[in-house]
């Protein structure tokens, strides 16, 4: 059976690898010159299925409000005259009941545990290096309020599988000692069995090994148009890196493309509620071992995760409702510095920072539409929002067994 991946970040390459492992002649097609180039290039590290509570949760609401002036607020709404950002807004509103967060919780949980689950057999199976590294995931806060708010998620995660342990300052303290020079450390929660590692280089490398296994990639390919005909997928127009018209046919396809997934997919009559939620990261060099953090936290209250892949320290976060913009935001990046000097003086270089900005395909639920579409042979694995990385394997295994007729494994609300 032929299959056309479309999208080579660390969705689309998963979605891949495993589609190859069930015997399917698989193509990618990308825009970029190199998988992971966009949203997977410089995202924050984490594999965290205790990252599982969504934006939408009752507190919400009037935080955003509260925040529409703020430059450098972690979640900002810049309204636009744009009919699918207030849709948006519309549907974000509706999951904020307690009700709907408790549902949506629910099933990134269940799909986090099992992505996590098949990321490590993948590694152990391949011997993939992404200098990962496995020392769990604190949560940290520094506002009493944040702290106490976190109780219940974090208990409703216990209930499904998530061990994330409400622990005092002191304890995460002895976990990551870096933390002793946070003032007003609050309390933390800490999963022992998250982890971290380079998503950038984990689906270079997988690409690469999806390569030698017989997938193609046809990099350089920008998918223009999505055609179907009598209620199924016909095939795709592209143009290559020559501008030269390019007709590519299978006989399924999966939908990767992230962000830009609802354009494409209302060609052929399929309505994605995903809208992109620009995130930022910054990267820079350990300047003092012995102030820099070894395990990878994540500060709620500014909605900022710290990852450590080898010599450098990966900050990314916050979110940016802008449409399709990609500019850097100067204050934006420097907010990220200043909270990491605030929690970790001295740490970083920040000197010598790199800041990136990227797309998040972000869903109004948090949740991602992974399973069939109502085109007949069109499968979607999309709209992951923030957890790419986290739900990468989870939901790349799901839908490869989707496609091959077979059921997947995770209790999941699948689509279709």
């Given at each position: 059976m032929k299959v056309i991946v479309l999208g080579a970040g660390v969705i689309g390459v998963t979605t891949a690898w495993y589609l190859n492992r069930l015997g399917c002649e698989v193509t990618v097609v990308d825009r970029q010159a190199a998988p992971a180039a966009e949203t997977s290039f410089a995202n924050g590290g984490q594999v965290s299925v205790s990252h599982a509570e969504p934006w939408a949760n009752p507190s919400a609401p009037l935080k955003a409000l509260r925040w529409l002036a703020q430059e450098d607020a972690p979640l900002l709404f810049r309204l636009r005259a744009d009919l699918r950002q207030w849709l948006w807004g519309l549907a974000f509103l509706r999951e904020c009941t307690p009700a709907r967060t408790r549902h949506n919780i629910e099933q990134i949980v269940r799909l986090g545990i099992y992505s996590r689950g098949e990321l490590q057999k993948l590694r152990a199976a391949t011997g993939l290096a992404?200098?990962?590294?496995?020392?769990?995931?604190?949560?940290?806060?520094?506002?009493?309020?944040?702290?106490?708010a976190a109780l219940e998620p974090a208990r409703q995660m216990r209930e499904l599988g998530c061990d994330r342990r409400v622990i005092s300052r002191e304890e995460a303290i002895r976990i990551e000692p870096a933390l002793a020079a946070a003032p007003g450390l609050a309390g933390a929660t800490y999963t022992a069995e998250d982890e971290?590692?380079?998503?950038h280089l984990f689906t270079v490398n997988l690409a690469r090994l999806c390569v030698q296994a017989g997938v193609t990639f046809l990099h350089n390919h920008q998918v223009t148009a999505l055609h179907s005909a009598a209620g199924a997928m016909d095939h795709v127009e592209a143009t290559d890196a020559e501008g030269r018209y390019v007709r590519l046919a299978a006989d399924r396809y999966v939908l990767a493309l992230g962000s830009w997934s609802p354009l494409l997919a209302a060609q052929v009559g399929v309505r994605l509620n995903i809208y992109p939620a620009k995130g930022y990261s910054v990267t820079m060099p350990v300047a003092d071992a012995a102030k820099a953090w070894q395990v990878s936290l994540t500060d709620d209250q500014y909605k900022l995760v710290f990852s450590r892949l080898g010599d450098?320290?990966?900050?990314?976060?916050?979110?940016?409702?802008?449409g399709y913009e990609r500019g850097l935001n100067r204050v934006r990046c420097e907010a990220?510095?200043?909270?990491?000097?605030?929690?970790?003086p001295g740490a970083g270089d920040a000197s010598r920072a790199e800041f990136w900005?990227?797309?998040?395909?972000?869903?109004?639920?948090?949740?991602?539409?992974?399973?069939?579409?109502?085109?007949?042979?069109?499968?979607?694995n999309t709209g992951h929002g923030t957890l790419g990385w986290t739900h990468a394997c989870g939901s790349g295994?799901?839908?490869?067994?989707?496609?091959?007729?077979k059921r997947p494994e995770v209790a999941f609300a699948f689509a279709g």
């Open positions: 992404y200098e990962h590294l496995e020392r769990g995931i604190l949560h940290v806060y520094t506002d009493p309020r944040e702290f106490e971290s590692g380079d998503a450098r320290l990966r900050i990314a976060g916050t979110a940016e409702l802008n990220i510095v200043r909270r990491v000097e605030a929690l970790f900005s990227g797309l998040r395909p972000a869903t109004p639920s948090n949740v991602p539409y992974i399973g069939r579409s109502r085109v007949e042979n069109l499968y979607l295994r799901a839908v490869a067994d989707i496609v091959c007729g």
